[in-house]
């Protein structure tokens, strides 16, 4: 296909002989400090999927460029490591004022790759800025301990040093917000780092295109089409507007050459970071929904299931430290005294917000009691969102990422159906005036869904609502526990006795008492249990400084040394 020829797959792993290197629209790796074009041939086109317009094209980086910015992350180490923690800070400190003033830049580059409201961009921008404030105050977050005269004339203390190389590996769903998750802790820390953005919204987090000084002659040609194609859309906006993206911002904020290094691709980019000598840990966040022992049999496996426990068993192997955020399948029980009409909003919002592509969308709702008087009222909320394209002010809810993305959330809401589940609201054929082409799934809800239905065994990553109905609290709370999945989980009620209860027996990272999303702010970590996460130490908070810096135990002697040799255990007396 030519440049605008449309092409991207949920687990692609053929590339897409879709442009050339030098094309005005490639997305560039970032490599020691220069926005870099990669030579490979392949690359993979990123769509707007309200529109179906060719946003830029990812390239396929290649073996040789991945080892430079590996090379470029370990050569800038020693000198950024011994930077003093209080420079290190200020780089922050100036990130967090510069991704402030570009907000509404970086909202429409993910609204325009990834489809969300521009409302719920900036939100995902913002919950990363909140973890770049954290990051300002590393040196009281890396502090070691002292203890004095631990045996007699003898002290110890531990420092916490940084790793080293550091790599992260992106989702689709929170362009900015996950990337900030990894970023500043890691390098604030003193590690360097490199990152594998989405391929399916690689923009915000590095270069938009090439810089116009940048273009051959040969690609003023396509970039001209390119304008005159988007002219009546909004993209063309961000070629001209969007070059300061988060990767600029820090380098502007005074990170020096080689301490971010980017780059783009899919399974081999990602499996050479796992692979990779120089790499110390890794931080994933992304899908899972595989058995890991076939993983283990097999690594080529993977790609039809998904990344998650491939990555962590892959780097574990090969003796790095990995954290894997993963799929989720998040409950909210509704007890009979919960406040109808906060609890309703809570619902509506949490499931359809994003079009249900949030890890922490509450997608699976268990009424303890009678649940049709609900039902009804949520199919009148439901149907009152607007779904339009996430650049209309009024959308309540964007189109979900890809057509394979939508063609699987119609499936399993299909085989609800033929499982007996009952449709309440569909909104599968819904058609958005002005945007055809776009990946839309209006508010769809079943309810009578039972735990072994495939659309409640699977994580959907759409805008639907899955009801089921319990007897008990004790009821609902086996069912959330039975559940694969352990990111999230909310109740709500007015008893207080009953959210102690909850909050003690569920299994879950993320607890909500009436709160639908409970995203913990930096200060806490973002945790998930059993199929949600790998690995024993979380992002940000506390696990997320341990993670990216390990211990030095020193033990200090400052006396007059006796005389004598003594070859017994030395013990503290
Ligand atoms: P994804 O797993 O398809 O992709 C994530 C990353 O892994 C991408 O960078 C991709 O290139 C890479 N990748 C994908 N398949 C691979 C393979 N077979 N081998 C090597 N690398 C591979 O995930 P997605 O669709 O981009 O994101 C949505 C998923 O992420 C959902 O399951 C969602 O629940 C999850 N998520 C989880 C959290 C959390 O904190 N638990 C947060 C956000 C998203």
Same mark, same amino acid.
């Given at each position: ?44 086109? =990123? ?20 080892? $430079? ?15 003093? *923690? ?61 203890? $004095? ?33 990894? *970023? @500043? =802790? ?7 780092? +490199?990152?594998?953005? $989405? ?22 040609? @396509?970039?001209? /089409? ?52 120089? *790499?110390?840990? =890794?931080? %994933? ?31 574990? !192997? ?26 309703? &909003? ?52 964007? @189109? ?16 609800? +159906? ?10 599968? &054929? ?14 769809? /809800? ?24 319990? &007897? ?8 959330? &526990? ?14 207080? *006795? ?27 970590? %973002? ?5 949600? %996460? ?8 506390? !696990? ?30």
């Amino acid at each position: 296909p030519g440049i605008f020829g449309a092409v991207n797959s949920r687990f692609s792993t053929v590339a897409q002989q879709s442009s050339r290197p030098g094309s005005s629209l490639r997305v560039p790796n970032l490599i020691g400090g220069r926005f870099v074009d990669s030579h490979s041939s392949d690359a993979i086109d =990123v769509i707007n999927p309200a529109t179906q317009e060719v946003v830029s094209q990812v390239p396929l980086t290649t073996k040789q460029e991945f080892k $430079s910015a590996v090379s470029a992350a370990k050569e800038a180490f020693p000198s950024w490591r011994n930077t003093p *923690i209080t420079t290190r800070q200020r780089v922050m400190l100036k990130l967090q004022e510069l991704i402030r003033k570009n907000m509404d830049k970086l909202a429409l580059s993910i609204t325009t790759e990834q489809g969300k409201t521009l409302k719920d961009a900036q939100g995902d921008v913002f919950r990363g800025l909140e973890v770049v404030e954290h990051a300002c105050g590393m040196a009281t977050l890396q502090m070691g301990e002292y203890v $004095s005269n631990v045996s007699n004339g003898i002290d110890t203390y531990s420092i916490r040093e940084p790793l080293g190389v550091c790599a992260g590996i992106c989702p689709f769903n929170f362009p900015a917000m996950i990337p900030l998750w990894m *970023i @500043p =802790v890691a390098v604030t820390c003193g590690n360097t780092f +490199v990152l594998k953005p $989405s391929e399916k919204d690689p923009v915000v987090i590095s270069l938009h295109l090439r810089n116009m000084h940048c273009l051959d002659a040969c690609a003023i040609i @396509p970039l001209a /089409i390119y304008l005159f194609f988007c002219v009546s859309h909004l993209s063309f906006l961000l070629f001209l507007g969007a070059s300061m993206i988060l990767a600029e911002l820090a380098m502007e904020a005074g990170l020096p050459d080689g301490v971010l290094n980017i780059v783009h691709g899919t399974n081999d980019t990602v499996n050479a970071i796992c692979d990779d000598e120089d *790499i110390r840990a =890794v931080s %994933f966040v992304g899908s899972n929904t595989v058995s890991p022992p076939l993983l283990y049999i097999d690594y080529s496996f993977c790609f039809i299931f998904g990344a998650g426990m491939h990555i962590y068993s892959r780097a574990s !192997a090969s003796g790095k430290r990995v954290q894997s955020n993963m799929g989720a399948k998040n409950h909210g029980v509704v007890m009979p005294d919960a406040n109808i009409d906060a609890t309703l &909003n809570a619902l509506v919002a949490a499931g359809f917000g994003a079009a249900g592509q949030r890890c922490m969308a509450l997608s699976t709702v268990v009424f303890v009691g009678d649940s049709k008087f609900w039902e009804e009222k949520i199919v009148e909320r439901a149907k009152a969102l607007k779904v339009s394209a996430g650049t209309d002010p009024e959308a309540d809810l964007g @189109p979900v990422i890809s057509k394979q993305a939508k063609e699987r959330v119609c499936r399993l809401v299909q085989s609800g +159906v033929e499982s007996g589940a009952r449709l309440l609201l569909d909104g599968r &054929n819904i058609k958005v005036p002005g945007y055809e082409q776009g990946n839309f799934v209006g508010p769809t /809800i079943l309810a009578d869904v039972t735990a072994d239905m495939e659309c409640y065994k699977e994580e959907i990553f759409g805008p639907v609502l899955i009801c089921m109905q319990a &007897n008990s609290l004790d009821e609902a709370i086996n069912i959330v &526990n039975r559940n694969k999945y352990g990111n999230g989980a909310a109740i709500f009620t007015s008893s207080g *006795i009953v959210a102690r209860k909850f909050q003690t027996e569920i299994e879950a990272g993320q607890v909500g008492i009436n709160v639908p999303i409970p995203v913990p702010l930096p200060f806490f970590s %973002f945790t998930g249990s059993k199929a949600s %996460f790998a690995g024993d130490l979380n992002f940000y908070g506390k !696990a997320g400084v341990q993670f990216y810096t390990q211990i030095k135990t020193v033990t200090q002697q400052w006396k007059d040394l006796p005389g004598g040799v003594s070859l017994a255990m030395p013990t503290s007396q």
